[in-house]
């Protein structure tokens, strides 16, 4: 495996300290020590806090892009797309537990001074979701529900699970990070989408 440069270990490093700290709870000389490093090598690498902090944001908006475009199976639509969709979120959330705990920040406030609008990021995506499920409730493969409330509401379902980690380890026995709990949820997921989805028949 090819060693990390030195930039990649100061975004790795940043994720680590934005995620358990915040933003502004982070400081250059946190990651900086955290690197093995000076604060003025990590300046040569990024010139602000800010500008570590949307990389590591558009970074992983990115990733996920890729991912997505990867799990479209070639002229798939209707269930085969979805259950696609909704596995290669649930993987990606998996294994970016500090990327979603940065984000859920992100998501609480409109009052960012990063100039990293997530709303604005995830636009493209939210609407071409919409389109999707207006289309397939149109020719009646699923049924018939409010297409943007439906998209976020799966949206919420997935993101609150990996952002509110402490809470659930309050709520439930066994550790809902395990993977026979992920695996679990999982399935739970699927197969509450599709109980919301099936088409009902009315006759």
Known sequence: MAELSTREQILIEARHCFAAQGFEGTSLNDIAAGVGIRRPSLLHHFDSKEAIYRQILSNALANWGDQIEAARPPNADGWN???SIVEAS???F???PEIIVMVRREAMTDQSPLG???GVAL???FRRAVAF???QMDAG?????DAENLVITGYGALLTYFSDHAMLKGLVTEDPFSDASL???FDHMKNFIRSALEPVDDK
Do not use: E, G, S
């Open 141 to 145: 493969v699923f049924r018939r529900h």
């Open 116 to 118: 990293f609008n997530l």
């Open 133 to 135: 499920f207006d289309r």
């Open 90 to 92: 649930f993987r990606f």
């Open 81 to 83: 797309l979805v259950d």
């Open 94 to 96: 998996v294994a970016n």
């Open 183 to 185: 695996d679990a949820r």
């Open 123 to 125: 636009r493209p995506y």
